[in-house]
């Protein structure tokens, strides 16, 4: 069991930034890959960025050199550091964690911080 709490979320003018933290209560080493999703009222929730145990990064077109997403395995937190942001970012934002064992796939959620670009 892995939990997951995000924080950092707030209320910014477009073109501001924020820093969005997601802090694990075990190794996210052990963890195959972890993410940050999104879900704006009334929308899917949709996958905005992740990031292997490797170190890979990938993107949603829409946030791609604006978002950056880095961890830290010995803090055991993932940050998701946004610029540039726009109003069509708001939303909540939640941190996940995935863990595949074959064709066995175990998600973990946080409860989610709310983003709001507004001017």
């Known amino acids: 069991q892995v939990q997951l709490v995000e924080s950092g979320g707030g209320v910014v003018q477009p073109g501001g930034s924020l820093r969005l933290s997601c802090a694990a209560s075990?190794?996210?080493?052990?963890?195959?890959?972890m993410g940050w999703y999104r879900q704006a009222p009334g929308k899917e929730r949709e996958l905005v960025a992740t990031?292997?145990?490797?170190?890979?990064?990938n993107y949603v077109d829409s946030v791609k050199g604006r978002f950056t997403i880095s961890k830290d395995n010995t803090k055991n937190t993932v940050w998701l550091q946004m610029n540039s942001l726009k109003p069509e970012d708001t939303a909540v934002y939640y941190c996940?964690?995935?863990?595949?064992?074959?064709?066995?796939?175990?998600?973990?959620w946080g409860q989610g911080t709310q983003v709001t670009v507004s001017s």
């Open positions: 075990r190794d996210i080493f052990r963890l195959n890959t």
């Open positions: 990031i292997t145990s490797a170190g890979s990064t």
């Open positions: 996940n964690g995935r863990i595949v064992l074959g064709v066995i796939i175990q998600d973990y």
